[in-house]
């Protein structure tokens, strides 16, 4: 018995070894070796993980993927495998990505409003787990949050639509002069049109003027900031998205250069030099999205396992951006800062 289970020891540290990874087309594939059955039913489960943006921008969203798929007892290269496709955090690169994958795939995970929208376009029947998606419902992603329906389901972004005026009060609490506040936000993003809904009806209450500049692509951020001077724009909300997410040290780093105190819905934005923010946990919310992976693995269905909220928001403030700013924060924001980095 001892031998038998050295060996298979010996085998699976082997084949784990041979793990590979290429690069087409500029987009990084892992393609883990098949060396063992799945769970259920002997079968060996193939997902295909599609991340919006760079191994860079979302290489930690992967691990934290499939760290919490080991930790249910699904191990890459083992009892699954995981295909790990970055794209572009547009609607034809998504789409490509997700593409190429369905032939070889039996479960299929996407992140973002632009990737959940791609999606349900083409993975018809496929069951479908996303995650960091502020409005499934109104994009019609499913038909409600406790009864999915389909084959689509996961987490998203926002608790409620509210969360985007939050953003815009802690704002005016840290520059309570401003009158005039720009809305960054991705051209191909569905999610703008929700947010700035939100947005505006705060803005109403608040006395602010909102301008809305869009952009395409990191190359078009300097023309947005340009344009928000030009606006006599004050401060700066940026739209939580795919692309907002993946040039969010760009972001920071030009609202600085100009002056504009900024809020996010990433703490990763603030920990790369942003002054505010208001957000979930992505990698907690990636974990409760592999969770799901697993029931649907065991046999449950999407269409009824109902789209979960991230667990709590964190504010994320970071002092030395407000210093260089000028600006001196209020104690009561700070006391409710679950994280100031100085």
Same mark, same amino acid.
């Given at each position: 018995m001892n031998s038998t289970r050295k060996l298979a020891a010996i085998l699976a540290a082997g084949m784990r070894r041979r793990k590979f990874i290429t690069f087409l087309g500029g987009v990084a594939v892992a393609w883990p070796v098949i060396v063992a059955q799945a769970q259920q039913g002997g079968r060996t489960w193939r997902v295909g993980h599609v991340l919006a943006g760079t191994p860079d921008s979302f290489g930690h969203i992967a691990a934290a993927f499939e760290r919490r798929?080991?930790?249910?007892?699904?191990?890459?290269?083992?009892?699954?495998?995981?295909?790990?496709?970055?794209?572009?955090?547009?609607?034809?690169?998504?789409?490509?990505?997700?593409?190429?994958?369905?032939?070889d795939i039996d479960l299929l995970v996407v992140y973002g409003t632009i990737g959940g929208v791609a999606a349900k376009k083409l993975a018809k029947t496929l069951p479908v787990v996303f995650m960091t998606i502020a409005a499934p419902v109104n994009l019609g992603l499913v038909e409600s949050l406790s009864r999915p329906g389909g084959n689509m389901t996961g987490i998203t972004f926002e608790a409620a639509e509210e969360t985007n005026a939050k953003r815009l009060q802690i704002l005016r609490e840290i520059v309570p002069s401003a009158t005039r506040i720009a809305v960054l936000g991705a051209r191909s993003d569905p999610n703008v049109g929700i947010a700035m809904t939100s947005l505006q009806q705060a803005a109403s209450g608040l006395g602010v003027t909102l301008g809305l500049v869009e952009i395409t692509s990191a190359d078009s951020l300097r023309t947005a900031f340009?344009?928000?001077?030009?606006?006599?724009?004050?401060?700066?909300?940026?739209?939580?998205?795919?692309?907002?997410?993946?040039?969010?040290?760009? !972001?920071?780093?030009? $609202?600085?250069?100009?002056? =504009? %105190?900024?809020?996010?819905?990433? *703490?990763?934005?603030?920990?790369?030099?942003?002054l505010v923010s208001l957000g979930p946990d992505i990698v907690a919310?990636?974990?409760?999205?592999?969770?799901?992976?697993?029931? !649907?693995?065991?046999? $449950?269905?999407?269409?009824? =396992? %109902?789209?979960?909220?991230?667990? *709590?928001?964190?504010?994320?403030?970071?002092?030395?951006?407000?210093?260089?700013?000028?600006?001196?924060?209020?104690t009561s924001l700070l006391i409710r800062a679950d994280k100031v980095i100085e």
């Open positions: 798929l080991a930790e249910l007892g699904y191990v890459t290269g083992q009892n699954i495998i995981i295909v790990n496709r970055y794209a572009a955090p547009e609607p034809e690169s998504q789409e490509e990505a997700i593409t190429a994958l369905l032939p340009d344009e928000m001077k030009s606006n006599r724009a004050e401060a700066i909300i940026v739209i939580p998205g795919s692309l907002t997410y993946v040039d969010r040290r760009r !972001i920071a780093d030009l $609202a600085n250069i100009y002056q =504009l %105190p900024s809020c996010y819905a990433f *703490r990763e934005s603030v920990e790369v030099g942003g919310m990636t974990a409760q999205g592999a969770a799901y992976v697993g029931k !649907i693995i065991h046999g $449950a269905k999407p269409a009824d =396992l %109902p789209v979960q909220q991230p667990v *709590r928001y964190e504010l994320y403030i970071n002092l030395k951006t407000a210093k260089a700013l000028g600006l001196m924060l209020p």
